[in-house]
């Protein structure tokens, strides 16, 4: 497939329960953030975005929050299923970039039966 | 919508040969993004256009790499010539315009492997 066996941070949950994922930022002037879910051979598909003005937003099974003291981004997966297996990845832009957005490293979420 | 296309899905070739991977983007869209996937670099942004115009390319490792959208239904990305360190997946991607955050849509990917 067209994932690259990326030698990522693992997290390993239970089917049922949450999922937690933290993603740590560069540029304190980014002006909005977005997750983004790389399922094996298939390119990265949206999640979820938040604005730099808010610290949380949620979705559906899935809340963002964002702590611009400390640079920190999560996603909250309520109720893991086998489906959100999948690498992780965080991304950062910046409105004055028009649509260029920086990749975070990513996290690979495996579920355990 | 058929979403992001690209073409070919693999690429095997040798060293020094060219390589032309293809990427038909999502009708109506705007942008097109080049991004090239390894284990060490993670997604990286190599360039992107809109309008067709290349707005920023400072993302393309050397000269050896060169992107070019003729129209808005069609993008290239050559690599010539080849080398081993290119191996990688390329993604392309497309978004439409707005006031505030655009969300990218990817294609499935071409796996290159030079020998």
């Known amino acids: 497939g067209e994932s690259v066996g990326l030698h990522l941070p693992t997290l390993s949950v239970q089917e049922g329960d949450n999922s937690i994922i933290n993603c740590a930022y560069s540029?304190?002037?980014?002006?909005?953030f977005i997750w983004y879910k790389q399922e094996s051979g298939k390119g990265p598909q949206f999640i979820i975005d938040?604005?730099?003005?808010?610290d949380k937003r949620q979705g559906q099974r899935v809340t963002v929050l964002l702590n611009k003291t400390v640079k920190h981004l999560s996603l909250q997966i309520a109720a893991t299923q086998p489906g959100d297996s999948a690498v992780y990845f965080c991304?950062?832009?910046?409105?004055?970039?028009?649509?260029?957005?920086?990749f975070g490293s990513g996290t690979r979420l495996s579920i355990r039966p | 919508d058929a979403g992001v296309i690209q073409s070919p899905r693999h690429e095997v070739t040798e060293m020094g040969q060219e390589v032309t991977l293809r990427c038909k983007p999502i009708?109506?869209?705007?942008?097109l993004f080049w991004y090239r996937q390894t284990m060490m670099r993670g997604l990286e942004l190599l360039i992107y256009?809109?309008?067709?115009?290349?707005?920023?390319d400072s993302g393309m490792p050397e000269d050896r790499f060169s992107a070019k959208m003729p129209n808005a239904s069609f993008s290239t990305l050559k690599i010539q010539p080849s080398e081993p360190r290119d191996s990688a997946v390329y993604f392309c991607?497309?978004?439409?315009?707005?006031?505030?955050?655009?969300?990218?849509?990817f294609g499935p990917g071409t796996r290159l492997t030079v020998l």
């Open positions: 256009f809109n309008n067709n115009v290349p707005i920023d």
């Open positions: 009708s109506g869209h705007d942008y």
């Open positions: 540029n304190s002037a980014s002006d909005y």
């Open positions: 991304a950062e832009g910046v409105y004055s970039s028009a649509s260029k957005i920086i």
């Open positions: 991607a497309s978004s439409l315009y707005r006031a505030s955050y655009n969300e990218q849509f």
């Open positions: 938040i604005r730099s003005n808010m």
